[in-house]
């Protein structure tokens, strides 16, 4: 069966097919080839069957058909789901159901979508491989060997897999784009404020955002536009505005900031190649964004410091792992928090916790968020005179599971995709060419709420790739 | 020992409990009496991927209160995070504010005057979730475990710290009682709740250490805690040994402070903005709409009855900082009492018969028409002001009115000259050496006057019998021959 696309699925739905059978078939070939990838981890047989047969009879009695009718969604398993066990990728959340459904979800459902079940991640998505989960990593579709990107490796690889056609994954600091990129998807981190956070279990609340993950362009702007919207349980939620589009042709600006240090001869090649190709149908230039070269220590920074404030909750007493009590409260939550956590998490919340100590905080997470405003500015004096900025989604092409072993290392492959969390802009991540046979992806980014820039200049690279 | 000055700084935390909700969810705001964990949700249990969202009322009665403080308020405020494991957070950090590292609170600056007119400044004003309650099963000490009860959690608490104005433990007092007069007036907290007004305090001595005492449960145990504070540091200091930088607890129990942790063992709480909410921003327009709809606060109350009514300040002062007294004296003036007869009563007697009786002000059988009636029969001459007195008592426990006491008891004043004549004629006849030394002694005419009213049981016109007794002694000293 070759997977069509969410939109040509939806009107075979809407126009007939039975729901249940297309996700029965959905259920049957995640049950045969999933073992392999790891991309689920709880597939939700039950209620994504019984959401099938009640759309089935919605159409029959001639009720309205939502915009996502019939279609399943993999949904990262940090998003919460009401009735189905939301994980984090933690074994501190192994047990968590939560009572409720995050508005994404809400939003999903009323447009007639199916969770059809919850994706692998690093956990609590600190990670870019997916290697960090409780239950496992998950592989590259494209390769079994290598890793599918993270920390929404799960969504990427379901999508890659044709389990689900669309999915849901989150961005903190490129968990859309890097699994995008490394499974040949598309994924959107969108413009920070577009997409309600109520349901995200939070890794670092003032950088992330939920973003649609798709085979194409096309079936992402679908998912994007269910679930975009001002949303009152959402605090830093904003009231939604749309950049106009010129008329005249795009221009791109590329920062020569993009291709330091790090990035892979290879993925530079492959890049600067398609941009070079791009450069007949749009105005392509080199530009500079000085800031750039700090972003990456600024991310860990201000990501890890929220993170450690984040997770304090984790105690084990109202909900998640309970291990042995100890003599005193302290003792216990020391017990459940050493027992419920990773290595990586543990080694963020130790970091976020230091960069926030008096006597560190100027030196660190105030310096951070000064560093911070130098990009936004950077950025919004580079969209003056450019419509989209471009660049590699990843420094490296996908490595294999194991490979890369010191976590420095790791944070180094979040260097191109930072910038647009700290700048609160949105960011896509597009499938541009293959290089020693494994999938590079083009990122472009766009001013604040210039998402439908990014999917116009998003079908270019279809055409051209 | 010489007399060492002493600085006084208190830290209130009023809950908002005329709130419906909490602070940033839809859960009731009123806890009490409600069984333990029913009043929550995903965002007050800090249940993963749920966010807070800040109740705009809540910053109105904080701009309210900010207004009635004179304080400051600020054009754009901000959460902060303080971070701390402890049971009764449900997500280790209290969403709160902060003034400094980039933090705004709602308000800063400010005064207060207590009575005798002393100005005690605000030093800041700010916004905070109030954390759960723990509970124990018997004692603390042998309760094998710790309850919690999370109704509580999130509940929109105003935290008030001043500045160390305050000179001794009763001017302490006498702030609290102001600010719960202004809170309450202004309908956002009501400090007769238990828990709903609670207090921390610091203290030095001599401009020496500050030492800071926690768990005050009401405005008595403040002034307690206090003066046993002040004793202990004047012992420590007489035997020149340093006072430590320490935080205390107080033990409502023994009525002793006891060491808590040293400052050295202070938490550090890593205060960061609270990434999931927005800065508020506060235009003049939404505070200038909240000082249009104030009400007329304790202060300018007082001046009022000043004015209006000519009242004593001490009067004018205790009655204005009391919300329940201020409407009982405007309900007794509105009836057609005298408004300074009224206050004396209200100042006086009616307030330590009340307290006498364990009744609150706002009991009903503590109505308007009685005081107003008592007052009239006073100036009718009807009664006296000593029978007044234990008409007054008896209405307020039995609920009968006073006119009706009066009556029922017969105790309307003898103004019968003819009657009285009598028993001052009897009473000299008992004392005739009393009546040699009246002659050259004022205490003795009083002496006798007390007699008659005795004989009378209190009824007897005070100022006729005077009149009388004075006549008949004139009488004896003028050798009038006895008739």
Redesign the interface.
């Given at each position: 069966m070759l997977p069509r696309s969410a939109i040509e699925t939806r009107e075979e739905l809407a126009g007939g097919a039975s729901v249940e059978e297309y996700v029965l078939s959905l259920l049957e070939r995640i049950r045969r080839e999933d073992p392999k990838i790891n991309s689920f981890i709880t597939i939700c047989d039950g209620p994504a069957i019984e959401a099938a047969k009640a759309l089935d009879r919605k159409r029959r009695e001639g009720g309205k058909l939502g915009p996502l009718f019939g279609l399943a969604v993999a949904v990262k398993d940090?998003?919460?789901t009401k009735g189905v066990r939301?994980t984090?990728g933690s074994r501190m959340?192994e047990g968590?159901v939560?009572?409720?459904d995050?508005t994404v979800i809400r939003r999903l459902k009323g447009a007639d979508a199916i969770v059809i079940g919850k994706t692998n991640m690093d956990e609590f998505a600190m990670g870019s491989s997916t290697e960090n989960s409780y239950f496992g990593p998950t592989r590259n579709p494209l390769d079994p060997e290598r890793v599918a990107g993270g920390s929404s490796g799960g969504s990427a690889a379901a999508v890659a897999s044709a389990f689900a056609p669309l999915a849901l994954g989150s961005d903190t600091g490129g968990s859309v784009r890097c699994p995008a990129s490394f499974c040949s998807i598309v994924g959107l981190k969108p413009t920070y404020g577009t997409v309600s956070?109520?349901?995200?279990?939070?890794y670092?609340?003032?950088l992330e955002q939920i973003g649609p993950m798709a085979s194409n362009i096309g079936d992402c702007e679908l998912l994007f536009d269910v679930i975009r919207g001002y949303d009152?349980?959402?605090?830093?939620s904003l009231p939604q505005k749309r950049v106009e589009i010129g008329e005249g042709g795009l221009r791109i600006g590329v920062p020569k900031e993009f291709f330091m240090e790090g990035v892979q001869e290879a993925v530079e090649k492959c890049v600067r190649d398609f941009l070079d190709k791009m450069g007949s149908l749009v105005e392509v230039e080199e530009i500079s964004l000085p800031s750039l070269a700090y972003a990456l220590p600024t991310y860990y920074i201000i990501a890890m410091?929220?993170a450690?404030?984040n997770l304090?909750?984790y105690?084990g007493?109202?909900?998640g792992l309970r291990g042995e009590d100890g003599s005193d409260?302290?003792e216990t939550?020391c017990n459940n928090r050493g027992m419920g956590f990773g290595q990586e998490v543990k080694r963020r919340i130790i970091l976020g916790?230091y960069a926030?100590?008096?006597g560190y905080?100027n030196r660190y997470?105030?310096r951070a968020q000064k560093i911070r405003t130098l990009i936004r500015e950077d950025f919004e004096r580079a969209f003056k005179e450019f419509d989209l900025i471009a660049g590699p989604t990843m420094p490296v092409l996908p490595f294999r599971i194991g490979e890369k072993l010191d976590p420095v290392e790791v944070y180094m492959c979040d260097i191109e995709t930072v910038p647009a969390n700290l700048a609160g802009i949105p960011a896509i991540s597009v499938p541009c060419g293959m290089s020693q046979g494994l999938p590079v992806g083009l990122q472009l980014m766009a001013p604040p709420f210039g998402e439908e820039l990014l999917f116009r200049a998003g079908r270019i690279v279809e055409e051209l790739a | 020992m010489a007399e060492v000055p002493i600085r006084i700084g208190l830290e209130i935390h009023c809950q908002l409990t005329n709130l419906r909700t909490k602070l940033f969810c839809g859960c009731p705001a009123d806890y009490r009496g409600s069984p333990p964990n029913t009043h929550i949700c995903?965002i007050c249990?800090?249940?993963?991927?749920?966010?807070?969202?800040?109740n705009k009322k809540a910053i109105e009665d904080g701009v309210a209160v900010a207004i009635a403080l004179n304080s400051e308020i600020s054009k754009r405020m901000t959460f902060f995070?303080k971070?701390y494991?402890y049971?009764d957070l449900?997500?280790?950090?209290q969403i709160s504010q902060y003034d400094g590292?980039?933090g705004v609170p709602l308000a800063r600056g400010g005064y207060l005057h207590i009575e005798g007119g002393k100005r005690i400044r605000i030093r800041r004003i700010q916004i905070e979730e109030d954390p759960a309650k723990l509970a124990y099963e018997g004692t603390i000490d042998d309760s094998t475990a710790?309850l919690?009860d999370n109704n509580r959690a999130g509940v929109a608490l105003l935290e008030i710290v001043t500045e160390p104005d305050m000179e001794d433990p009763k001017e302490a007092r006498a702030f609290l009682e102001k600010l719960r007069g202004i809170l309450e007036c202004l309908g956002v907290s009501n400090g007769e709740l238990e828990g709903a007004m609670r207090c921390d305090a610091n203290i030095s001595l001599g401009g020496g250490t500050r030492v800071e005492i926690k768990n005050i449960s009401s405005f008595k145990e403040v002034e307690r805690a206090l003066t046993f504070e002040i004793t202990r540091q004047r012992q420590l200091l007489a035997r020149d040994i340093e006072v430590r930088r320490e935080t205390r607890h107080w033990d409502d129990v023994r009525r002793i402070t006891v060491s808590l942790r040293a400052k050295e063992e202070e938490e550090?709480y890593?205060?960061?903005p609270e990434?999931?909410?927005?800065p508020i921003e506060i235009s003049e327009d939404f505070i200038e709409g909240i000082r249009k709809r104030l009400p007329e606060l304790p202060d300018q109350r007082r001046e009022r009855y000043i004015r209006q009514f000519g009242l004593q300040e001490h009067n004018a002062e205790l009655i204005s900082s009391d919300n329940a007294l201020s409407k009982l004296f405007e309900e007794c003036v509105r009836m057609g009492g005298d408004p300074i007869e009224v206050s004396n009563w209200l100042v006086g007697d009616l307030i330590s018969f009340t307290r006498e009786l364990g009744m609150e002000l706002t009991d009903p059988r503590v109505s308007p028409s009685k005081i107003v009636e008592l007052v009239k029969l006073i100036r009718s001459g009807s009664i006296s002001t000593k029978i007044a007195k234990e008409v007054l008592m008896e209405s307020l426990r039995s609920d009968e009115s006073p006119e009706d006491i009066v009556k029922r008891r017969g105790l309307l004043k003898i103004s019968d000259e003819a009657l009285l004549r009598d028993v001052v004629e009897e009473v000299f006849t008992e004392n005739e050496k009393a009546v040699r030394e009246a002659l050259h002694d004022e205490d003795v005419v009083n002496f006798l006057i007390g007699q008659v009213m005795r004989k009378t049981k209190g009824k007897a016109d005070p100022n006729l019998t005077y009149e009388i007794v004075k006549g008949s002694l004139e009488r004896i000293k003028g050798g009038a021959p006895d008739s």
């Open positions: 940090n998003i919460c939301t984090c959340l968590f939560p009572p409720y995050a956070r109520y349901g995200l279990i939070s670092a609340n003032s009152p349980r959402d605090n830093t410091s929220e450690s404030s304090a909750r105690d007493i109202r909900y409260w302290n939550y916790t926030l100590s008096a905080r997470y105030i | 995903p249990m800090g249940l993963p991927g749920s966010l807070p969202s800040p995070r971070n494991f049971p449900p997500k280790n950090f590292g980039g710790t919690v550090d890593r205060y960061f990434p999931d909410i927005v």
